[in-house]
């Protein structure tokens, strides 16, 4: 059983930052990579980034490149996501998920390809 536990959020004004993680605890010998989502009221689910479990490799949502950084401590179990610069727009309840490699064939950006979700973590960035 995987469990996924995020921190971090908070009330923020634009321009500041803020770092969210996600601890997990579980079958991590399955993981092949973490992501994190977010959702904002009223609209769907949408990619931020994700990082591969044993190589680090990350891939970003072209509206957090270069301001969002996403990190792993392999040995505390935990994902890391930096955001620096915050826009109102980046506003919404933030998710950690897990992507076994049951699913490496489902794009990354999809949160279909993801088998494994913590309860999120709410950013609130004032303008």
């Known amino acids: 059983q995987v469990q996924l536990v995020e921190s971090g959020g908070g009330l923020v004004q634009a321009g500041g930052s803020l770092r969210l993680s996600c601890a997990a605890s579980?079958?991590?010998?399955?993981?092949?990579?973490m992501g994190w989502f977010r959702q904002a009221p009223g609209l769907e689910r949408e990619f931020v980034a994700v990082i591969t479990w044993s190589g680090g490799s990350t891939y970003y949502a072209d509206s957090v490149k270069g301001r969002f950084t996403i990190s792993r401590d392999n040995a505390k179990n935990t994902v890391y996501l930096q955001m620096n610069s915050l826009k109102p727009e980046d506003t919404g309840d933030y998710y950690c998920a897990v992507r076994t490699r049951s699913r490496i064939t489902v794009v990354v950006s999809s949160s279909s390809g993801y088998d494994y979700w913590g309860q999120g973590t709410q950013v609130s960035v004032s303008s």
């Open positions: 579980g079958r991590t010998s399955s993981y092949y990579a």
